[in-house]
């Protein structure tokens, strides 16, 4: 057997990643139930081994099940834990010869290149009733841009974890005028970006104003990483 060996398997409730070297294993565990499709992990990742799920090569109107991420080339991955330790739905695992690694314990975290993300866990629900924990520790403005909605999408309001969009009401009359979507709750925003990576069209883009951390990092990892995690608006950039 030739070393290392890599191993992919994926299932509707979990991917797994895994190297196996001559003396030890790494594994990387995405819970898929947990994951929004927030894109989180895609952005921060400094290999570029994560891809933004199978919205990317697509124009329709997606739902979360469609903006789960995938780790497309495990070739790629260095199992860093950069992606688990900026997933806000804790939906990532990092394992080091099948035992999980704490937190606290993974090298970039224990070793001071990246910081202590400021938060406290809060729990939010969809339109759907479904709760979630999240960590928070970015806050962001939503700006909607309503000529360039596709009408009777809803993409945003489905996939967003915090009920913070809604689809507008249509007026009573013909010729009122109301927009497409609306931020019903901006306080209840938790700055994901599950909505940005779901609009097909660009008319809804999430800016992340503020990251809450503190402690020491390596100036040459930490605020390129701030740059990824900042950079949401995926019909810019092209699809990836």
Not at 43 to 67: D, H, L, Y
Not at 77 to 99: N, Q, Y
Request: proline residues 7%; contains cysteine; aromatic residues 6%.
């Amino acid at each position: 057997m030739s070393f290392p060996k890599i191993t992919r398997e994926i299932t509707p409730e979990v991917e797994h990643v895994k190297v196996q070297f001559l003396t030890e294993s790494l594994e990387l565990i995405l819970n898929r139930e947990k994951c929004v499709g927030c894109g989180t992990c895609s952005r921060v990742c400094p290999k570029e081994a994560i891809s933004r799920g199978p919205v990317g090569a697509s124009r329709r109107f997606p739902e979360t099940q469609e903006m789960i991420p995938e780790v497309y080339d495990p070739k790629k991955c260095v199992f860093c834990g950069t992606c688990v330790i900026m997933c806000p739905f804790s939906a990532l695992t990092l394992k080091k010869d099948d035992e999980v690694y704490n937190l606290e314990d993974i090298p970039l975290v224990a070793q001071k290149v990246v910081p202590t993300l400021e938060f406290k866990p809060k729990k939010i629900k969809n339109v759907k009733g479904l709760e979630r924990i999240v960590k928070q520790y970015s806050t962001a403005e939503v700006k909607i841009i309503d000529e360039q909605c596709a009408k009777g999408c809803g993409s945003c309001a489905e996939v967003c974890p915090s009920g913070t969009i809604a689809i507008a009401k249509r007026p009573e009359h013909g010729w009122e005028m109301s927009k497409n979507v609306e931020v019903v709750d901006p306080d209840a925003c938790v700055a994901c970006g599950a909505c940005d990576n779901a609009c097909p069209t660009g008319a809804l883009q999430l800016k992340i104003k503020d990251v809450k951390y503190s402690g020491e990092f390596s100036e040459l990892f930490w605020p390129p990483l701030i740059e990824r995690l900042k950079n949401l608006r995926w019909s810019q950039e092209g699809d990836k």
